[in-house]
């Protein structure tokens, strides 16, 4: 059975949300009442603590690509 592989593409919001970092480990993000997974955008590996709050810069599937305030 072949299966196939698609990449989701980005999308950026007009607008930028804050979340707030809810697991580091794996990297989740609480926003929109929810929790979701989370990537850095463009600022790979950096550090942060539970509690801190991020800017979510879009989203790619239903991962948020977050970056530092």
């Known amino acids: ?3 196939l592989h698609l990449q ?3 999308t950026i919001f007009s607008e930028t949300v804050e979340g707030t970092i809810a697991s580091v ?3 989740r993000v609480k926003a929109f009442a929810s929790y979701y997974p989370a990537r850095w955008h463009e600022q790979p590996n950096r550090t942060v603590c539970i509690g ?3 800017l979510i810069k879009g989203r790619q599937g239903i991962t948020l690509l977050i970056v530092p305030i």
Do not use: D, E, G, R
């Open 52 to 54: 801190n709050t991020v």
């Open 25 to 27: 480990n794996p990297l």
């Open 8 to 10: 989701k593409q980005a």
């Open 1 to 3: 059975m072949n299966s």
